[in-house]
């Protein structure tokens, strides 16, 4: 009677899940130096700052070395291969490779033909699966809940303080790497602000220093914070299923439909957790 139950398809299909996200985590593979392969990524829908209203956060996958790039709200994919030359490529050398989203910049024929010119390969992710290029995500995530702590009353004023969560995130060590990305990458944790006290005529220096540590200080517990949550066991309880979140049914009314579909037929394994599926004609994906 419970395999029954179990495998009824009315309930298999309408039932709310009680249960983690379907799908294991598949990591990235280790690569054999570092600003090889990187992944980019956008964060968007932030206040006017110097100009810029976003921001272009690229991550190394072997150091995971990050840089923070402000940019204009309306910035073109020409712009931002502008950006990555100036403030990345011509710093740690050409990638072999970028993984990006399908966002208009990464998708445009401009951006491809920078791409090819420089001999890059692109990987564009799965549409509607942040995951995949989920160690920018994190930096983003990162990055986005400093900025909230430290420039909450000072919205206006954040492109000023993307240096300091960029310092802290390359300065602390890395639970994948045992080793912090500037040691990775330079081989040494570079002294970035003496903290001696000293007697000093110049006002403005001293609180610019005291600024500067106080928002260090605060980059570092948030990292810190952040990385602790990190270390979760996701993949324990995932299985596989298909949600109808982001299919083109036709329905009546989609909030009465079905939140899953199926079964259908697997007519080819692709990899650990992607299947070719043979789809009724109603749903023409």
């Known amino acids: 009677m419970r395999v029954y139950a179990s495998s009824c398809p009315v309930c298999a299909q309408c039932k709310t899940p009680r249960h983690l996200p379907r ?30 209203t976003k921001i272009l956060a690229v991550v190394d996958w ?24 100036t403030h990345v490529f011509r710093h740690h050398g050409v990638p072999e490779d970028i993984v990006s989203d399908r966002g208009p910049q990464f ?31 994190r930096v983003n995530q990162d990055v986005g809940r400093f900025l909230q702590s430290y420039c909450q009353d000072r919205p206006g004023e954040w492109a000023a303080f993307i240096p300091w969560p960029e310092i802290a995130q390359n300065s602390l060590c890395h639970s994948s790497t045992n080793l912090s990305p500037f040691q990775c990458v330079l081989g040494y ?35 810190q914070w952040a990385g602790r949550r990190q270390r979760t066991g996701t993949d324990r309880h995932g299985t596989p299923g298909l949600s109808t979140l982001h299919l083109p049914l036709h329905l009546p ?18 990899n650990k957790v992607c299947y070719r599926l043979q789809l009724p004609p109603r749903l023409p994906y």
């Open 189 to 223: 944790q570079p002294v970035l602000a003496p903290r001696h006290q000293c007697q000093i005529e110049a006002p403005a220096v001293d609180d610019w220093f005291r600024r500067s540590e106080e928002t260090w200080d605060t980059a570092h517990v948030h990292l």
């Open 253 to 270: 009314c989609r909030k009465l439909g079905p939140r899953f579909v199926g079964p259908f037929k697997v007519l080819r394994r692709l």
């Open 23 to 52: 799908g294991k985590i598949q990591p990235l593979p280790i690569r054999q130096r570092p600003w090889s392969h990187l992944s980019v990524d956008f964060r968007t829908d932030l206040p006017p700052s110097q100009g810029n």
């Open 107 to 137: 998708t445009s024929r401009v951006w491809r033909a920078f791409i090819e010119r420089l001999g890059v390969s692109v990987s564009l992710t799965s549409g509607f699966h942040p995951k995949s290029n989920g160690q920018v995500e």
């Open 62 to 85: 072997f150091s995971k070395s990050c840089r923070l790039l402000p940019l204009p709200g309306l910035s073109t994919a020409l712009q931002t291969a502008e950006a990555l030359f």
